[in-house]
């Protein structure tokens, strides 16, 4: 009898390449903004693109026989409370820990060897001569032990910095979240690596800020409402934390927003994944989870519950 082949809607050219020698698995291109293929009626798994919510709706709404949302991203957050009864929902990651942890890396050092203000310096041929800080022997919380945070581990490793990890609950060179409060003190960084969920969100509060040591370091490569903006604001201002920020909230961040002028900051667009190469190394994972699944086996990045 014949191997029946799994149907993939994908959204562009790249994930018809990157799926097309995979056994059992037929890639069909689809398009958010055009009539879907006749091959949706038979497609399980969908690999979306960018969207709005509505055409987003509307598509699930046309695909009877799907049973899996295969994200190309590491964040599932836009998606829960959106995926239909009875269907998988896996992300992306592995595929953007390493330039996660990489802008990670980049901005604690501008930050310490002080390049925004020599950047100043070399406009207003100005030649100021001065000692920086460093970012060796500097202790750094990592919150978030998954692959973003192990992938910033790996990294910081290599410049001496002391990293102290932080996951859902202890293990073998993991803290619980719940031993926060008693770490978060003794840290000149906190760098936040975790997904938005209902645990997170609004985490970085008013007093967990306020109990990181004064100078310290806050930085955001996770999702923006993980951080109480207006709390994060005031403590900036005061000048006694300093930050950097690859997501913000709201985001993306309006004009006259205080974090553009807030001090001792640091904003980037929401670029750290942002890289060349980066729609490579999604496919790369996706690939092998639809392997996983054309072989009758579950994805390993299943989102579960409240993720």
Not at 4 to 20: F, I, K, N, R, W
Not at 129 to 143: E, I, M, P, S, W
Not at 218 to 235: F, H, I, K, M
Request: proline share 7%; glycine share 10%.
């Amino acid at each position: 009898m014949a191997i029946m082949s799994v149907t993939v809607l994908v959204p562009d050219e790249d994930g018809l390449h990157a799926l097309g020698e995979l056994a059992g698995v037929r890639p069909v291109r689809y398009s958010w903004r055009e009539p879907l293929p006749p091959e949706a009626a038979d497609a399980e798994v969908l690999v979306p693109g960018a969207h709005r919510p509505e055409e987003r709706d509307a598509v699930l709404g046309a695909l009877p026989n799907l049973k899996l949302i295969q994200l190309l991203s590491a964040g599932a957050e836009n998606w829960i409370g959106s995926v239909p009864d009875g269907v998988l929902l896996s992300t992306c990651r592995g595929a953007h820990g390493g330039s996660t942890a990489e802008w990670v890396v980049a901005v604690l050092l501008s930050i310490y060897r002080e390049l925004p203000g020599f950047a100043a310096d070399q406009a207003a041929h100005r030649w100021n001569l001065h000692a920086t800080d460093t970012l060796q022997d500097k202790r750094v919380l990592v919150v978030g032990a998954g692959d973003l945070g192990r992938q910033l581990k790996r990294r910081l490793a290599a410049f001496d910095a002391r990293v102290t990890m932080v996951g859902v609950s202890a293990r073998e060179g993991v803290h619980s979240v719940d031993e926060l409060p008693a770490l978060l003190g003794a840290h000149d960084v906190v760098a936040l690596m975790v997904p938005l969920t209902s645990r997170t969100r609004g985490m970085v509060d008013a007093k967990f800020l306020a109990a990181m040591p004064d100078g310290a370091i806050l930085v955001n490569a996770a999702r923006g409402p993980v951080v109480d903006t207006d709390a994060l604001v005031a403590e900036l201002t005061a000048g006694r934390l300093r930050a950097a920020l690859d997501v913000t909230d709201p985001e993306p961040l309006p004009a006259g927003h205080p974090l553009w002028t807030a001090p001792n900051v640091v904003l980037t667009p929401h670029v750290a994944g942002s890289v060349t190469g980066s729609k490579r190394r999604s496919y790369a994972v996706v690939a092998a989870e639809i392997a996983r699944y054309a072989g009758g086996e579950l994805p390993q990045n299943l989102v579960h519950g409240e993720y």
